[in-house]
């Protein structure tokens, strides 16, 4: 990692880790492998279907140097750059070889991350800083007015709570919850599966006691328990209790069952191996909602992953839906606008971005 955990490097670009990440056809696989040994010389693979879980563990994925995971038909290779290259080059001529990328570092997202970075993003040149015109801000604002309006009980005044600094009627939830209706919703998150994939779990939080929770760590010499707080946070978000020790609610689906996945260190930083790793054991268990607060900077011009875009289709055949953050890495204050992260810029994965109240 760079100074600050920040996961670029100092020409701007998006971190790699040196290893490489290999779409394959998921109908040949065996074909896909073939060609890695005939093009790379890579011919030594662990499969994710044996492990324990379906999914190798953060100790297990840091000793292998190739893993295929099957159900996503990815493989996460240790490569030398030229190999990585002729490979690149196998797939014009090898329908079971689709695409290869370098392998991303990754962070968790969440609202302390602009403490990584200088005031000024010294990573953007003039022609790459975005300028939106005003007319833009003012038609943005517009349609976020109307949809507040919408979302606020009729007989709520939007404006004023806006004026408050976000004070809500009911004190027993939060803003969040209110202003989404999730409080009345009938829906509860009965006999769904909800993973979040993040930098783990606080297995002793009070307000779990009794729930169903399935935990495992991506992460090289970590276990589950959440040494930074992002992922708890972000479970209590998506699946809290409804009746927590101390008021407000703040969770959703308080009656899902908690797939609680470390692909993030205690750090807050991990690669899409790990990443990967989580979605293959989320599928493999049948978690529904697969939901990711993480990600990597996208500067402007660049494309989606390839290998992430098909991951996200195949796990909607598989009957899941993978949910990624959007980013907070823009500067609107200078007139900079970054992309939507990777991977929740892929069109196959739902992002998700947040109002303040």
């Known amino acids: 990692m760079t100074p600050g955990n920040s996961p670029y490097s100092s020409s701007g670009q998006p971190e790699t880790t040196g290893r490489y990440l290999v ?12 060609a890695m040994d005939d093009s790379a010389g890579v011919r030594h693979f662990a499969h994710s279907a ?20 099957d159900e996503l038909g990815v493989a996460v290779v240790t490569m030398e750059p030229g190999q990585a290259q002729a490979l690149s080059a196998a797939t014009i001529r090898s329908g079971s070889v689709i695409a290869v990328e370098p392998e ?3 962070r968790a997202i969440g609202e302390s991350e602009s403490d990584l970075y200088p005031p000024t993003p010294p990573m953007f040149s003039d022609q790459e800083m975005i300028t939106v015109p005003v007319d833009y801000l003012k038609g ?10 919408r979302l606020l009980p009729q007989e709520q005044d939007a404006e004023s709570v806006l004026e408050r600094g976000g004070a809500i009627a009911d004190s027993s939830i939060t803003w969040g919850l209110e202003v989404t209706k999730a409080a009345t919703s009938q829906y509860s998150g009965l006999g769904l599966k909800v993973a979040v994939l993040d930098t783990g779990f606080d297995l002793t939080h009070p307000d779990f006691a009794g729930r169903a929770v399935s935990s495992k760590s991506f992460i090289e010499g970590e276990e589950v328990q959440d040494g930074n707080g992002h992922g708890t946070h972000c479970i209590g978000t998506a699946c809290g209790s ?4 101390l008021l407000p609610r703040y969770g959703v689906a308080y009656n899902s069952e908690i797939y609680a996945g470390k692909v993030l260190s205690n750090e807050g930083s991990g690669a899409d ?20 607060s993480l990600g990597a900077m996208v500067l402007p011009g660049q494309s989606h992953s390839a290998v992430y875009e098909n991951v996200g289709r195949r796990a909607l055949r598989r009957g899941s839906l993978i949910i990624a953050a959007a980013g907070n890495d823009s500067f ?3 007139r900079v606008i970054v992309p939507v992260s ?12 947040a109002l303040r109240p």
């Open 23 to 34: 779409l394959l056809d998921t109908d040949n696989i065996d074909d896909g492998l073939r």
């Open 332 to 334: 609107r204050q200078f």
């Open 140 to 149: 943005y604002r517009d349609a976020v007015n109307h949809l507040v309006d």
């Open 104 to 106: 991303r570092v990754v």
């Open 50 to 69: 044996d492990f324990r879980d379906h999914s190798p563990s953060g100790d297990q994925l840091a000793s292998e140097d190739s893993v295929v995971f």
């Open 242 to 245: 409804n009746l927590p020790d």
């Open 273 to 292: 191996g790990g990443i990967l790793a989580g979605i293959n054991w989320a599928i493999a268990n049948g978690c529904q909602v697969i939901s990711m």
């Open 342 to 353: 990777h991977p929740a810029n892929c069109p196959s994965i739902m992002a998700i971005a």
